[in-house]
């Protein structure tokens, strides 16, 4: 048997592209989300969960949507930009980003509102930039959910399926994904390559989520 | 010389209320601001190191003006330079006590500065441990030299003796005392206990309801110059208990029990658990209720 390990390596691209920008506007978005007082917070975060909710084929539907070039936005960005979202590998990521944004969000926010208010007080008493609060005392208290929220981020995006294939399709080397290209195989009838890749997704998944608990109790101790 | 004169609206309890305060300090002052709780001290003490915003007033601190309304100036806690000690200390958990306290340091400011600090409270032995690791006391000469290391122009305590057993208390309140001197650091506290502003400051403001309703002296505020006694101790009441024609109270002066009598219509205006001064006159301790 031939392996194809190209959907593996693009799952993983995919998964790493998505996790260093979800950490990106993940993390200062949870801090906003955190402090702010604005009426509209419920509505805010009840947007930021809908993901955790809403059936994939829903979420991919309406990216589709958006993203084709036959309607406005999609035409729009096509137009001034020359970017095509549907069926490509930035969509996946623009898609993965949306739909993994809570996973990183949610224990990332609670962290920082776990935090006593006086650790910034603190700090602005001592003549510390927002900036300096952020980097030097707020984050590096809330490591653990840094950790968990990013590990739960990227194995979430390793593990979608439903929006991947309704905007990405299975395209080789472009959005063909190790959980399309089981789909796929299964579909064929080739359970052996099926298994190669199900087996692979199995045995990292649960390596990673083992890793995450043990750092978590260390950090207990 | 710190001029104050701040008002805002605020929310208690019992409803809203306005903090209502303009008061003078002299350079190296130690005051106290005593009230129960929800009157607005910590609110003041918040004003004053910019961490709230005061709605209508002024400070001027050493002829820096950090606040004028009129003026729309109100500087950031940042530019205040106070030195702060918060109710629950606020030490940084991921730094080591060394840490917290170089963290603390100025931009430019000379490093031994730390390891003075260090020296003075005596806590050298510390410096490479987490504060999640020391006990109450040991946490509270780090948020302390912390508080000093920034080189305040205004030392702000917000209750921070509250947490800890009496013996340790006393301890610590001789270091601020030593520090405070040391460093002749005017110094604001804040305190709901009577013997701790006795001891510690040599003015005390009396809170009620966003005012100050009455300052001084601390002995002669509080025993409210009713007395000449030759001795007196404050403490509080454990227990009220008729004795043929008069009453027996058991007060708690410092760690000692004490027992007194007392006239009837004395004990009848006195409950459980208030402060009272104990003052020798003559042959028999007068009880005296203290506070509001």
């Known amino acids: 048997m031939i392996i194809d390990w190209q959907p593996l390596i693009l799952t993983f691209k995919l998964a790493a592209v998505t996790t260093a920008i979800l950490l ?37 539907f309406y990216l589709l949507l958006a993203f084709s070039p036959e309607y406005w936005f999609g035409a729009w960005l096509d137009r001034e930009a020359g970017i095509r979202l549907a069926f490509s590998f930035e969509g996946l990521v623009v898609a993965s980003v949306i739909f993994s944004f809570p996973f990183l969000v949610h224990p990332v926010q609670a962290a920082f509102q776990n935090l006593p208010r006086s650790l910034t007080d603190a700090a602005r008493v001592l003549g510390k930039s927002s900036l300096q609060t952020f980097m030097h005392v707020l984050l590096p ?40 290209a089981i789909y796929d195989e299964a579909e064929a009838l080739n359970y052996a390559a099926a298994n190669f890749y199900a087996g692979v997704l199995f045995f990292l998944s649960f390596i990673i989520l083992l890793a995450v608990y043990m750092i978590n109790r260390r950090a207990q101790k | 010389m710190i001029q104050v004169n701040v008002s805002k609206q605020l929310h208690g309890v019992n409803g809203e209320f306005q903090l209502d305060v303009s008061l003078e300090i002299a350079q190296g002052e130690f005051i106290a601001l005593f009230g129960s709780s929800g009157v607005g001290k910590t609110t003041l003490l918040r004003c004053l190191a910019g961490l709230e915003q005061a709605e209508q007033g002024n400070i001027v601190v050493n002829g820096e003006v950090w ?19 918060f109710q629950d200390y606020a030490l940084f958990p991921n730094m080591t006590v060394r840490g917290n306290l170089e963290f603390a340091l100025r931009k430019g400011a000379d490093k031994k500065r730390v390891n003075e600090l260090l020296e003075l409270m005596d ?165 005296l209720k203290l506070g509001g």
């Not at chain 1, 949870?30 to 955790?52: F, Y």
């Not at chain 2, 606040?67 to 000690?85: C, E, F, K, V």
């Open chain 1, 24 to 60: 990106c506007i993940g993390v200062p978005f949870a801090w906003w989300l955190a402090n702010t007082r604005i009426r509209l917070k419920p509505a805010v975060e009840a947007l930021v969960s809908m993901p955790l909710v809403l059936p994939p084929s829903v979420l991919g």
């Open chain 1, 141 to 180: 208290n809330i490591k653990p959910a840094l950790m968990s929220g990013t590990v739960l981020g990227f194995a979430h995006t390793v593990g979608e399926f439903g929006v991947v294939l309704m905007i990405g399709g299975n395209l080789p080397n472009e959005t063909r994904v190790a959980s399309i």
């Open chain 2, 67 to 85: 606040l004028d309304s009129d003026a729309r100036i109100n500087l950031p806690p940042q530019q205040r330079h106070t030195g702060y000690m």
């Open chain 2, 123 to 287: 806590i050298g032995a510390l410096q490479h441990r987490k504060p999640d690791t020391l006990s109450g006391g040991q946490k509270q000469r780090v948020a302390l030299a912390r508080a000093l290391a920034s080189e305040p122009s205004l030392l702000l305590l917000d209750e921070p003796f509250s947490a800890l057993d009496a013996e340790i208390r006393a301890r610590l309140h001789d270091e601020v005392l030593r520090l405070q001197r040391h460093f002749s650091i005017t110094t604001i506290l804040v305190s709901h206990d009577v013997s701790e502003v006795c001891k510690l400051a040599n003015r005390v403001m009396v809170m009620e309801a966003g005012r100050i309703v009455q300052q001084g002296n601390p002995i002669d505020v509080f025993s409210a110059g009713q007395t000449s006694g030759k001795f007196r101790f404050t403490g509080e009441i454990l227990a009220i208990e008729p004795m043929d024609i008069m009453f027996s109270l058991t007060v708690l002066v410092g760690n000692q029990i004490v027992r007194v009598v007392t006239m009837p219509d004395e004990a009848a205006r006195l409950r459980l658990g208030e402060r009272v001064m104990l003052v020798s006159k003559a042959f028999n301790p007068m009880v």
